[in-house]
């Protein structure tokens, strides 16, 4: 098992940020507000998001291939991670993980591609919501060969669980279907991608709830994010949403 204190992707894609103590955007006004902070606090790196496991995806599959490329090979593994002590927010997540280096179709060959299937639970506090929480994810990545000066990822990333906010609580759960996201190599810096969003859930203040939507990765850390309409960038580093 390994045991991080911060993501590789804080440190390679988002490594400008590294450290800096962000927090969701708490001017919740539109009724699609506080659904894009769940979305948010799900793909953000300081709140142990997706983006955290497409680091741990990326970063682990480049390693193997560099020594082992027979298509079949299957391992796991399992990542532990903390932040330290006194950070806002603050989060602590177990993960475990299993890959498979894919053949191609008409040889007994390294396609360059890797599936990696994921479990995790765990929980998170920050200054305008909290969360505990478990998923899944399911994801294939692309260009592992040498001569690829980019990687793909493509899959789908789950989380569900209870919150708690300023004003409210309940239940949720946020899917994300990753489409053809793409990183630069080595530095594994998103490039472009987009996403469909469906976050959904019963809050003790208004009821029932259910959004869909779009993410539009625009390089670097920030990604823009428009939900039933409504339109938000987001800081995949520090987990600050900003309404339009």
């Known amino acids: 098992m390994k045991t991080f204190r911060r993501s590789m992707l804080s440190l390679l894609v988002l490594g400008a940020l590294g450290c800096t103590k962000g927090t969701v955007n708490s001017n919740n006004t539109a009724p699609t507000d506080q659904a894009a902070d769940l979305v948010t606090t799900s793909l953000a790196v300081n709140t142990d998001g997706a983006f955290n496991?497409?680091?741990d995806v990326s970063v682990e599959a480049q390693v193997k291939v560099s020594i082992d490329t027979l298509c079949g090979t299957v391992w796991a593994d399992s990542i532990?991670?903390?932040t330290p002590t006194g950070q806002v927010p603050s989060y602590s997540y177990t993960a475990k993980y299993s890959y498979t280096l894919n053949c191609n179709p008409n040889s007994n060959t390294?396609?360059?591609s890797t599936t990696a299937i994921s479990s995790y639970s765990g929980s998170f506090t920050g200054p305008n919501l909290s969360s505990t929480n478990s998923g899944s994810s399911n994801f294939t990545l692309s260009g592992l060969g040498k001569s690829s000066t980019t990687l793909g990822l493509s899959g789908e990333y789950k989380r569900a669980?209870?919150?708690q906010s300023k004003t409210d609580s309940g239940s949720n759960s946020v899917?994300?279907?990753v489409t053809?996201?793409?990183?630069?190599?080595?530095?594994h810096i998103i490039k472009s991608g987009t996403a469909t969003i469906t976050v959904s859930g019963m809050s003790t203040k208004t009821g029932s709830f259910s959004f869909n939507g779009v993410l539009v990765f625009n390089g670097g850390n920030t990604a823009t994010l428009t939900l039933n309409g409504t339109v938000y960038t987001i800081d995949l580093a520090t987990g600050i949403k900003t309404r339009h």
């Not at 053809?180 to 530095?187: A, I, N, Y």
């Open 80 to 82: 532990t991670r903390k």
């Open 175 to 177: 899917d994300v279907v």
């Open 53 to 55: 496991t497409i680091s």
């Open 110 to 112: 390294f396609s360059g």
């Open 180 to 187: 053809d996201l793409v990183l630069t190599k080595p530095q």
């Open 161 to 163: 669980g209870s919150y």
